[in-house]
C-alpha cells in the first residue's frame, strides 16, 4: 500500500503511472506551468477587462484603477504568451491529432456534454481536449499580435491598428467561452478532475470513466508486460 | 479641465456622459487658408499660451516647421506644394491641429471613463486626470491629432484654449494671427464668413473654392477655407472623414455580442448542469475526495 508521501513524491517526477490506489496524470513542473499560464490569464483578464468595457470598471479596483491595469495588460499579456509557448511544447506530445478526434468540432462534443457519448479508445487527452489546446495555442498567438498593436500604436498604420483592435477583441471573447467551459468542466461537470491537476493524481474509477483507453495503457498494460 | 462648462459627451460614460446643465452656443475656429502667410505666429502662440516645451525645428526641406504634430506641439503650418491642372504653380499653407469634430473619433474609441469630454460649446478636450494613454484614441482619430506624451505617459492635443474660451477669450493662435485668416466665435457665425469667403474667391476664379466642414463627423469645430477645395489632400486634410468602421464594429457590434456571448456561457454551463448534472466516477470513487 502506497503511502501518501509516497504517491506525492512520485508526482514530482513521473506521470503516467500507477502509485498504489490512484494514478499520476500532471508530474509537478507540468502542473506549474498550467498554474503559472493561468495566473498571467486572470491578471491579463482582470486588468484588461475594464480596459474592454466599462462594465467590468470594478475589476481595475483590484489592481489599483484603469492606469495600473495599462501599465500591467501588456506586461502580464507577455507572461501569459510566454507561459503558452511553454506548456505548447510539453504537451504537444500528448496532443497527436487521432482519426477520431476530428468528429469532436462537430456533434461528437454535443453528445459528450449530453454524457451520451462513451468511447473506449480515448486516450490521456479526448478530441475536445485537443482542440482546446490547439485553440488556446492560436489564441495566445492572436493575443499577442494584436496586443503589440495596441500596445505601440503610433508604429502602425491606421488600417493595421483597426485590424489589431478587432482580432484582440474577438480572440479574448472565444477564449473567455473556451475558459468558462474549461473551468466548468474540470471544477464542476467532472468531479474528481481538478485534483489531476492539483495534487497531480487521479482514481482509477476516474481514469476509466474518462480515458478508458490512457486507463489500459497505465494499468492494465504495464500488468500483462510485467 | 474648467469647471464652468458644462459636458455634452464623455468617454466610456453610460448614456453618453452628459452633465445636462447650462446651454452654451457651439463655438469653432475659422481659417482661411487662401489669407494664410504661413508666418507660423499661431504656432508661438500656441506653445506660449499653453506652456508646451520647446521643440526643436526639424528640416523637412520646406518652411514647414516639422513633420507633424508632437505631444509638445499642438499647432503646425503644413506647408505643400503642388501643381494645378494647368500647370500653374501652388504653393499651399493650412494650420494643422485639433478639429473638433462633433462626433469626435477619439472619444468613441477612448475606454477610460471622462479622459475624453466634448463640452457643450463643442470644444474636445482631454482630462489628464482619467487619461490612461493607452493611445486608442490615435485608432478612433480621422485626422491623426492625438499623441502620447513618453513624460507623461497621456495623451495631449489642442484645447482650442478651453481655459480661454471659458473666460470669454478667443484661442491664442487666433489672437496672434496677423491677417486675419483665423478667427473665432459661433459655429454659425464662422460657417456664415466661410460662405461669404468662398462666394468672394469663386467669384475671383477659384471655381472650386470650399469651406471644409466635413459632415461624415458631424461637422467640425474648425472650419477651413480651402482655395482647392476638390483637392483637400492637398492640405494633408481627408476628403471624407468618419468615425472609423472599425472604432464603430467594435465599439458598437463586436463588444455587446462578446458580452453576451461570455455571459451566456456561463449562464449555460449553470443550466447544463441543472439539466444534465455531473458524470459522476463508478464504483471505486476511492476515498471520496475531490
Known amino acids: 500500500m502506497a503511502t501518501p508521501d509516497l504517491v506525492f513524491d512520485r508526482a514530482r517526477v513521473a506521470e503516467d503511472t500507477l ?140 488600417l493595421v491598428r483597426w485590424v489589431g483592435i478587432l482580432l484582440h477583441d474577438a480572440t479574448f471573447i472565444l477564449f473567455a467561452i473556451a475558459v468558462v467551459f474549461h473551468i466548468y468542466l474540470a471544477v464542476f461537470a467532472e468531479p474528481r478532475t481538478l485534483r489531476a491537476m492539483t495534487r497531480g493524481t487521479v482514481t482509477k474509477g476516474w481514469a476509466r470513466l474518462h480515458h478508458p483507453g490512457w486507463y489500459r495503457e497505465v494499468v492494465e498494460e504495464p500488468r500483462e508486460r510485467g | 479641465m474648467p469647471q464652468g462648462l458644462a459636458i455634452r459627451r464623455s468617454s466610456a460614460s453610460l448614456w453618453g456622459g452628459k452633465t445636462g446643465l447650462r446651454k452654451l452656443p457651439v463655438v469653432a475656429k475659422y481659417i482661411d487658408t487662401t489669407t494664410c502667410i504661413g508666418c507660423k505666429a499661431c504656432e508661438v502662440a500656441c506653445q506660449e499660451w499653453n506652456d508646451l516645451k520647446v521643440v526643436p525645428t526639424q528640416q523637412t526641406g520646406s518652411y514647414q516647421t516639422m513633420p507633424s504634430l508632437t505631444a509638445d506641439y499642438w499647432n503646425l503650418i503644413k506647408f505643400s506644394e503642388r501643381e494645378d491642372k494647368d500647370g500653374g504653380f501652388l504653393w499651399l499653407m493650412r494650420k494643422d491641429q485639433c478639429m473638433h469634430c462633433e462626433e469626435p473619433g477619439c472619444l468613441a474609441a477612448c475606454p477610460a471613463p471622462g479622459a475624453i469630454v466634448q463640452y457643450e460649446n463643442g470644444i474636445v478636450d482631454v482630462d489628464p486626470t482619467c487619461c490612461i494613454g493607452c493611445g486608442y484614441c490615435i485608432s478612433g482619430c480621422p485626422f491623426d491629432i492625438p499623441r502620447f506624451d513618453a513624460g507623461t505617459a497621456k495623451m495631449s492635443k489642442c484645447t482650442l484654449c478651453v481655459d480661454r474660451v471659458e473666460v470669454g477669450q478667443g484661442p491664442a493662435c487666433v489672437k496672434a494671427c496677423p491677417t486675419g485668416c483665423l478667427q473665432f466665435g459661433t459655429k454659425d457665425d464662422m460657417v456664415a464668413i466661410g460662405q461669404a469667403r468662398v462666394e468672394q474667391l469663386k467669384a475671383n476664379g477659384l471655381s472650386q473654392a470650399t469651406l471644409y466642414d466635413p459632415p461624415g463627423v458631424g461637422g467640425t469645430g474648425v472650419v477651413t477655407v480651402l482655395g482647392h477645395g476638390d483637392h483637400p489632400e492637398w492640405y494633408g486634410l481627408p476628403r471624407d472623414p468618419h468615425v472609423p468602421w472599425g472604432v464603430k464594429l467594435w465599439k458598437q457590434v463586436l463588444r455587446p455580442l462578446g458580452m453576451l456571448a461570455i455571459f451566456g456561457s456561463v449562464l449555460g454551463a449553470f443550466g447544463h448542469f441543472m439539466t444534465r448534472g455531473p458524470t459522476e466516477p463508478g464504483e471505486d470513487a476511492e476515498r471520496g475526495d475531490a
Not at chain 1, 56 to 68: H, P
Request: glycine residues 12%; charged residues 15%.
Open chain 1, 19 to 158: 502509485v498504489g490506489e490512484v494514478i499520476i496524470r500532471h508530474r509537478l513542473s507540468t502542473r506549474v506551468i498550467h498554474w503559472a499560464v493561468a495566473l498571467f490569464f486572470f491578471v491579463s483578464l482582470v486588468s484588461g477587462a475594464p480596459i474592454w468595457t466599462p462594465v467590468f470598471g470594478w475589476m481595475a479596483s483590484l489592481l489599483g484603477g484603469l492606469n495600473v491595469c495599462r501599465v500591467i495588460h501588456p506586461w502580464a499579456g507577455l507572461l501569459f504568451f510566454a507561459g503558452s509557448v511553454l506548456m505548447f511544447v510539453r504537451w504537444r506530445g500528448d496532443m497527436r491529432i487521432e482519426p477520431g478526434d476530428r468528429q469532436w468540432l462537430g456533434l461528437k462534443s454535443v453528445r459528450y456534454m449530453d454524457h451520451k457519448e462513451a468511447d473506449v479508445a480515448v486516450g490521456k487527452y479526448n478530441g475536445g481536449q485537443k482542440l482546446f489546446f490547439y485553440a488556446a495555442a492560436l489564441g495566445a498567438l492572436g493575443l499577442l499580435v494584436s496586443g503589440i498593436v495596441l500596445w505601440l500604436p503610433m508604429r502602425f498604420p491606421q
